[in-house]
């Protein structure tokens, strides 16, 4: 069984930052690619970020500069760290990270989601 805890979301003015968090835990036996995802009222969810098990990362063209991810593997945490925050970044935000827990296949599990609204 495994259970992921997203924390971190908010109300931040424009320009803010804030900083997502995303643990795994449970009987994990690896864990590969995490992603971040985002889904704005009446609009896709679409691929914010992701990093690879070899700390390989890569970005939508609207965050680039302005958004980190990266994961601590001691802790089976992913983390979005947002800086110049714009109100078009409002949306739920879920990680998605690819994880085999003992005995069983490799997968993507889905985080509860956790509310970022950009507004003054």
């Known amino acids: 069984q495994v259970q992921l805890v997203e924390s971190g979301g908010g109300l931040v003015q424009p320009g803010g930052s804030l900083r997502l968090s995303c643990a795994a835990s449970g009987s994990i036996f690896r864990i590969n690619t995490m992603r971040w995802y985002r889904q704005a009222p009446g609009k896709e969810r679409e691929l914010v970020a992701l990093?690879?098990?070899?700390?390989?990362?890569n970005y939508t063209d609207s965050v680039k500069g302005r958004f980190t991810i990266s994961r601590d593997n001691a802790k089976n945490t992913v983390y979005l760290q947002m800086n110049s925050l714009k109100p078009e970044d409002t949306a739920v935000y879920y990680c998605?990270?690819?994880?085999?827990?003992?005995?069983?296949?490799?997968?993507?599990?889905w985080g509860q989601g956790t509310q970022v609204t950009v507004s003054s």
């Open positions: 998605n990270p690819d994880i085999a827990p003992y005995g069983s296949a490799l997968r993507g599990y």
């Open positions: 990093i690879t098990s070899g700390g390989i990362t």
